[in-house]
C-alpha cells in the first residue's frame, strides 16, 4: 500500500459546526503532515506529527486541532470555522520527519464553510 | 525564510511542443522533488533528486538537480493534454526534511 487515503473528499459545514478530516497511511511511515492549499496555490504546513507526537504547529489557530492516534491515522477537528478557512485540506506522509526522501500526499478534503 | 523562485508561472502551449520550466533558490538544497497537482487532486512525485548535477528521467519527463543544489529544471517533451495541471517544485533542506514549494507553473496544452 503506497498511498495516503483521506476522508471525506468534500465536505461543506456551518460556521458553528463541528467536523473532522481523517488521514491513513500503512506505508510505516512515521512523520505525518496537514496543509491548507488556496486555489493556485503552493501547499501551505499546518502541522507536523513525528512518532505520532506533535512536531510543528505553523501557528495556526485553535479552531483547527489535530490528533494522532496512532501511527497510521492523523485526524484534523474542526470548530467554529471561518468561510475564509474554506480550501483543500491536504494530509501527507514521509518515512520520518527528517527524511529526504519527499512526501506523499493523499487526495485532499475540499472544505466548504458557509 | 527559504523561498523557491519558479517559473513561469504560466504556460499555454500546443500539444507536441516540448515544455521547460524551473525553480531557483538561495539555499541549498539536499533533495530536489517536482509534483504535478490536477484539479480536486493532491500533489503526485513526478521525479526526486537527489545528488547535484543529476539528471532523471521519468519518460517524457526529465528533471536535473543543479550543481550548486540551489536550482533544477523540469523538461516536458512531446506535450499532451493530460500533461495539464499545475507543476510545483520543492526543496528539502539538509538535514531537517522539510519541504519548501515553489509557486507553482500552470501548464495548459491546447489539442
Known amino acids: 500500500d503506497t498511498e495516503v487515503t483521506q476522508t471525506p473528499k468534500h465536505l461543506v459545514m456551518g460556521m458553528t459546526n463541528k467536523k473532522s478530516l481523517k488521514c491513513e497511511q500503512h506505508?510505516?511511515?512515521?512523520?505525518m503532515y496537514w496543509y491548507k492549499q488556496k486555489a493556485k496555490k503552493p501547499p501551505e504546513l499546518m502541522f507536523v506529527?513525528?512518532?505520532?507526537?506533535?512536531?510543528i504547529n505553523e501557528s495556526v489557530p485553535s479552531r483547527f486541532s489535530p490528533e494522532c492516534p496512532n501511527s497510521s491515522l492523523l485526524n484534523l477537528h474542526l470548530h467554529a470555522l471561518q468561510p475564509e478557512d474554506s480550501a483543500l485540506y491536504l494530509c501527507?506522509?514521509?518515512?520520518?520527519?527528517?527524511?529526504?526522501?519527499?512526501?506523499?500526499f493523499g487526495s485532499g478534503t475540499r472544505l466548504t464553510v458557509v | 525564510g527559504q523561498q523557491l523562485n519558479q517559473s513561469p508561472q504560466s504556460m499555454f502551449i500546443q500539444e507536441g511542443e516540448d515544455v521547460s520550466m524551473n525553480c531557483t533558490s538561495s539555499?541549498?538544497?539536499?533533495?530536489w522533488l517536482w509534483y504535478k497537482q490536477e484539479p480536486g487532486e493532491g500533489p503526485v512525485l513526478l521525479i526526486a533528486?537527489?545528488?547535484?548535477?543529476e539528471l532523471t528521467s521519468n519518460g517524457r519527463l526529465t528533471a536535473q538537480f543543479g550543481i550548486t543544489r540551489k536550482d533544477s529544471f523540469l523538461n516536458i517533451s512531446a506535450s499532451i493534454p493530460s500533461d495539464v495541471g499545475i507543476y510545483f517544485c520543492?526543496?528539502?533542506?539538509?538535514?531537517?526534511?522539510?519541504?519548501?514549494f515553489g509557486q507553482g507553473t500552470t501548464l495548459q496544452v491546447k489539442p
Open positions: 506505508m510505516g511511515h512515521r512523520a
Open positions: 539555499s541549498i538544497f539536499n533533495t
Open positions: 506529527y513525528s512518532y505520532e507526537k506533535l512536531s
Open positions: 533528486l537527489y545528488k547535484a548535477g
Open positions: 501527507a506522509s514521509s518515512q520520518d520527519e527528517n527524511s529526504n526522501y519527499g512526501y506523499t
Open positions: 520543492a526543496g528539502q533542506l539538509s538535514n531537517t526534511g522539510k519541504l519548501i
